[in-house]
């Protein structure tokens, strides 16, 4: 007996469907896996940086509530700003 063509039935339209929906199935939830780590230990965080130091007894600068330098800008002249024209 000799093989021919129609010696396996064609698979229904449900059942590709239904396969083709269980392959998209499996790489999303493998890839929603990848990127969510689910049960994986958390990532170790790198330390904070160190903030301002807290002023010692007796320093008033380069320290956090210490004194700060203040420039400035003189004041321009009274007489200038009156005489401008309107």
Do not use: Y
Request: hydrophobic fraction near 50%; charge should be positive; proline fraction near 14%.
């Amino acid at each position: 007996m000799a093989r021919g063509e129609h010696d396996f039935p064609a698979t229904p339209l449900r059942r590709r469907l239904l396969v083709a929906a269980l392959a998209v199935a499996t790489a999303v939830t493998l890839i929603l896996m990848m990127l969510e780590r689910v049960g994986a230990p958390a990532l170790p965080r790198p330390p904070a940086p160190p903030g301002p130091a807290v002023c010692a007894e007796g320093q008033l600068t380069g320290c956090l509530g210490g004194k700060a330098e203040v420039i400035l800008v003189p004041a321009a002249p009274a007489a200038a700003a009156a005489s401008a024209p309107r």
